[in-house]
């Protein structure tokens, strides 16, 4: 599809919302009551003159930056740490077959029930945040690393060794390749969670960050800007996400493009 009739769509799908939006909570019913009360949902007007109001006052900034910083860490910490420990895991049976059972258990843990034991341990700073976003960007990656390294087809693997490969151009040329596109695909879902982490710690306890901000307003029922700090955190994470497509297109720019499956 043609990219440009593709974001023509997309903006097209954001617009129809907005509408239906804007109509539910401002058109009288034969009550005279709109159908959906703007108490409850405010109207894409007043979140939008609150994003304005926000940006053209610099308050949120400061908390932009911070929520910004914070994501970014616990992105990079976790992902650096997923794929290290993956592709270990992926390239030692043993050591994947003796921590196999402690990976399941930790990564069932509720991350809700960590954040207030990193409160403790790092206080109410950025790390405590940054702590619960790597526990959410660590498995995501480390378990697609982990997979896409396991998926080496055994004949490439084999003909490579034929040829004489060792270790190391193993790495480079067959584990490497083939564990890039689970691993970026896997780095499209952390964007997200990293910004959640970081947007939860917040949210439990802190004194900046658009978490705060959300918090604030939802304890003065200002539901405009409940609504307006979750569009900014949404558009925040569209642009890394973003980011992190651009770089998977400068890597991947070996990889066949998928074929038309349409009949």
């Known amino acids: 599809m043609n990219r440009i009739v593709l974001i023509s769509l997309q903006l097209a799908v954001a617009l129809v919302t907005l ?12 009550d005279g009551k709109p159908l959906v009360p703007p108490f409850f949902f405010s109207t894409p007007i007043d979140v939008i003159n609150r994003i304005i109001k926000w ?4 308050t949120i900034w400061r908390h932009l930056w911070i929520t910004l910083t914070e994501a970014t860490l616990a992105f990079v910490i976790g992902s650096v740490a997923g794929i290290l420990v993956g592709f270990w895991f992926a390239r030692q049976p043993l050591i994947a077959a003796v ?8 990564n069932a843990l509720p991350r809700i029930v960590l954040a207030p034991i990193f409160t ?3 206080g109410l700073g950025i790390w405590s945040k940054v702590a619960l976003g790597v526990t959410l960007v660590f498995f995501i990656v480390f378990f697609n690393v982990y997979q896409g390294v396991k998926e080496v087809s055994p004949t490439v693997l084999a003909n490579a060794r ?17 564990a890039l596109s689970w691993m970026f ?3 499209h879902t952390s964007v997200g969670f990293a910004v959640v982490g970081a947007v939860v710690g917040e949210y439990l306890g802190s004194a900046a960050g658009l978490g705060y901000l959300i918090l604030q307003a939802e304890g003065t029922f200002d ?7 979750m569009f900014v955190l949404a558009a925040f994470v569209i642009v890394i996400d973003g980011l992190v497509t651009v770089v ?9 493009v998928a074929a038309d499956t349409r009949t």
């Open 162 to 178: 034929m040829l004489g490969m060792n270790e190391r151009q193993l790495m480079r040329h067959v584990y490497w390749p083939s």
């Open 19 to 30: 509408l239906a939006w804007h109509l539910l909570t401002t058109i009288p019913m034969s």
């Open 99 to 106: 921590f196999d059972p402690y990976v399941k258990m930790v």
């Open 248 to 256: 998977e297109k400068r890597l991947l720019v070996w990889r066949p």
């Open 55 to 58: 940006f053209a006052e610099g």
């Open 223 to 229: 539901i405009a800007g409940v609504f307006a700090g």
């Open 185 to 187: 695909s896997s780095l």
């Open 120 to 122: 403790l341990w790092f």
